[in-house]
């Protein structure tokens, strides 16, 4: 991937620029601990789904006596 010298002496200095600072970062560069990729509800309706499916499987093997 190539990029300019410009861009790169600006990415540079940021870096170098929050190393000397040494914990002081601003809060846009800090990672946040509690910030969850998705809620709670679409995480319930993904475990019901997955959950709902091999109790399906499971149910439907057994009523076959196990020829599926």
Partial sequence: M???KRL???KNARFQ???TRRGSVPESSAKKGSDYPVGPILLG???FVVLGSSLFQIIRT???RGMA
Avoid: L
Wanted: no cysteine.
């Fill in 2 to 4: 190539t990029t300019s």
């Fill in 8 to 10: 790169a002496e600006r």
């Fill in 17 to 19: 620029k929050n190393v």
């Fill in 45 to 47: 309706f993904f475990v």
């Fill in 62 to 64: 057994a009523t076959s």
